[in-house]
């Protein structure tokens, strides 16, 4: 994957206009920390992946769209792409790992799309394949993180923190494949270029935080957890090295970091998210290689909101969900 240009990213953002947000962000409610939140969580679809979906569908060809789409997704990329296929009418089916919520499996019904359920092994293949032989008919494919303009629809993102943030120091970002992070990092590459971009993912699951340290992309023991949303097995091979030249570090946090950082959300900002959209406020709450002390203006992404409401109720009653 190669960076994406900052005109292909202004043409993103067009493509964007009457489907994703412009979405908050807003200062946390501590004088004592500059942290800023950046609500994803608010977009339609309750995440930053109708970004992108958007991109890819509009940019896609009436032939290519003329036997449907097809997504592999833990649920919100699915959920992404089955809202823009549904605006435009045509058919989507979605390749979920068996471990995906039902929240989100409910969502994607909601909106039309077919579910196909599979192991996790056999979901990664498809990110890594880009095809499923058990779909009929075919489809066209749209990649969660490894597509152009997937990359250029999250990278709107970054375009709007540049306008809205001046001085920005460290920007905290969930990884999961990549998609998210690079946007983000090479948007603010063209406008805030001293801003550092920091991955985030779950010390569960951390292959891109493992692949750092080996200088090279490693295997991850991946333990499946209420952060579904983030971290895998491995980095996927084509996003490695665009990642290792546009993302400035990677942190992990514990799983009872992320539970604290979803109680803190929505006690003290009113904000609901999702495992995977609190990585990155647990990660700004300890503070980073450029901010360690808390000084320093941070920006944290807050990916998404779909969390299952009993996890939710275990998580604010103080406990980690199983």
């Known amino acids: 994957m190669e960076r994406p240009t900052l005109a292909a990213i202004t043409r993103a953002r067009a493509n964007l206009s009457g489907i994703a947000l412009r979405t908050p962000l807003i200062r946390w409610p501590d004088d004592s920390r500059d942290i800023w939140l950046k609500l994803e969580c608010l977009q339609p679809i309750g995440s930053f992946k109708i970004r992108g979906a958007a991109n890819a569908l509009a940019n896609a060809t009436a032939d290519q769209l003329s036997r449907g789409v097809f997504t592999a997704s833990a649920g919100n990329m699915a959920q992404g792409v089955a809202w823009c296929a549904r605006l435009r009418g045509i058919a989507c089916t979605v390749i979920v790992p068996d471990h995906a919520p039902p929240i989100k499996l409910d969502a994607i019904t909601r909106l039309g799309a077919s579910i196909i359920k599979v192991p996790f092994d056999r979901w990664w293949r498809v990110l890594q394949e880009r095809t499923y032989d058990g ?16 990359i250029a629809g999250n990278a ?15 920007v905290f970002v969930p990884y999961g494949g990549g998609g998210l992070a690079c946007g983000i990092a090479t948007a603010l590459s063209y406008s805030s270029p001293d801003a550092r971009v920091i991955a985030v993912e779950p010390d569960t699951a951390a292959p891109f935080n493992a692949s750092r340290a080996a200088d090279q992309p490693t295997d991850f023991d991946y333990q499946a957890s209420f952060v579904d949303g983030a971290g895998g097995k491995t980095v996927l091979s084509e996003m490695w090295p665009l990642a290792c030249e546009v ?18 959300l ?57």
């Open 247 to 264: 993302l400035a570090d990677s942190v992990t946090v514990s799983l009872d970091e992320c539970a604290g950082a979803v109680r803190a």
């Open 135 to 150: 779909l009929d008919g075919g489809g066209h494919f749209i990649h969660p993180v490894s597509d152009a303009d997937v």
């Open 156 to 170: 709107t993102i970054g375009m709007e923190l540049a306008e809205e943030l001046s001085d920005i120091d460290t």
């Open 266 to 322: 929505a006690a003290r900002a009113h904000v609901v998210a999702e495992g995977a959209g609190a990585l990155a406020v647990a990660a700004a709450f300890r503070g980073g290689p450029k901010a360690a002390d808390g000084v320093g203006r941070t920006v944290a992404i807050v990916s998404g909101g779909n969390i299952d409401p009993d996890r939710l109720a275990v998580i604010l009653s103080g406990r980690v969900p199983a």
